[in-house]
């Protein structure tokens, strides 16, 4: 399995972006898809997860109300659409794939590339 994230890139504070993660195979069920950012200096931290499944959804306390998790089945996509981006939200964003409803790292088997978000003051 593969992951393909994109969509970052440099903004102001205030902006939004949106985030795709697309798979190289078909997400399965019972897959739980998440992202997670890493700033320079700091270890990898969860931002949201989601069941492929079904709706179920779980936030960061510091993205919750501005970031939005959602997929598509038909695309094998996993998005991320962050409103009310702040300087503090810089880092680069990572998707991933485990079985498990955690937001531990460790638990994730799979994982995209990286995309690069920069948001200025």
């Known amino acids: 399995v593969q992951l393909q994230a994109s969509g970052g890139g440099l903004v102001q504070a205030g902006d939004s972006l949106r985030l795709s993660c697309a798979a190289s195979?078909?997400?399965?069920?019972?897959?739980?898809m998440a992202w997670f950012r890493q700033a320079p200096g700091k270890e990898r931290e969860f931002v949201a997860l989601?069941?492929?499944?079904?709706?179920?959804?779980l936030y960061a306390g510091s993205v919750k109300g501005r970031f939005t998790i959602s997929r598509d089945s038909a695309k094998n996509t996993v998005y991320l659409q962050m409103n009310s981006l702040k300087p503090e939200d810089t880092a680069v964003y990572y998707c991933?794939?485990?079985?498990?409803?955690?937001?531990?790292?460790?638990?994730?088997?799979?994982w995209g590339q990286g995309t690069q978000v920069t948001v200025s003051s």
């Open positions: 991933a794939r485990g079985t498990q409803w955690t937001t531990q790292t460790n638990e994730y088997t799979y």
């Open positions: 989601t069941r492929w499944s079904r709706d179920s959804t």
């Open positions: 195979n078909r997400i399965y069920s019972s897959a739980v």
